[in-house]
């Protein structure tokens, strides 16, 4: 399960990534906005990311204008990794070396084929594990408060 959230400025964006999930046969929850009235992005943000930090869904993609606030509220949400990001080689390496768990793209950054090829490269790249774990578990001490 795909969890999804988009400010105003996303809206267009997310129906054409439902278009991608729909065709990877993917499923999905989709945690709003539904309407292209101004809204606060955290407020989305906030609940497609505690779905996937909750294990609700395994991944989730967020939208707003930059993908940059959208991404930072869903970060403050413990247990998700989130990549900003408006290429796909950054999107890809992002799942297999730091296991990122969102996806968040800015819909006034990338244009909707670019957004649509580097969601499917994350959502087809896997975590490599091996020496990366022991760094995610280190990003995981840091969440706990832990010194390093
Ligand atoms: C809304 O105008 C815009 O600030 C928002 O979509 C986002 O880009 C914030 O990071």
Not at 9 to 30: A, C, P, S
Not at 41 to 47: A, E, H, L, T
Not at 61 to 80: D, E, F, N, Q, R
Request: aromatic share 6%.
């Amino acid at each position: 399960m795909i969890a999804l959230a988009c400010d105003h400025t996303g809206l267009d964006l997310k129906k054409e990534i439902k278009l991608l999930l729909d065709e990877m046969g993917l499923e999905y929850q989709d945690f709003g906005t539904d309407t292209p009235d101004s809204c606060d992005y955290p407020v989305y943000g906030y609940r497609a990311a505690k779905a996937v930090a909750d294990g609700l869904c395994e991944r989730g993609i967020l939208i707003c204008g930059t993908g940059v606030g959208i991404g930072i509220a869903a970060s403050k949400v413990p247990g998700t990794r989130v990549c900003t990001c408006s290429d796909v080689y950054t999107a890809e390496l992002s799942k297999r070396h730091n296991n990122s768990n969102i996806l968040t793209m800015g819909a006034r950054v990338v244009g909707v084929d670019l957004a649509k090829m580097i969601a499917r490269h994350w959502l087809e790249a896997e975590f490599e594990g091996g020496r990366h774990q022991r760094r995610i578990d280190l990003i995981s001490a840091i969440e706990r408060g832990e010194s390093l």
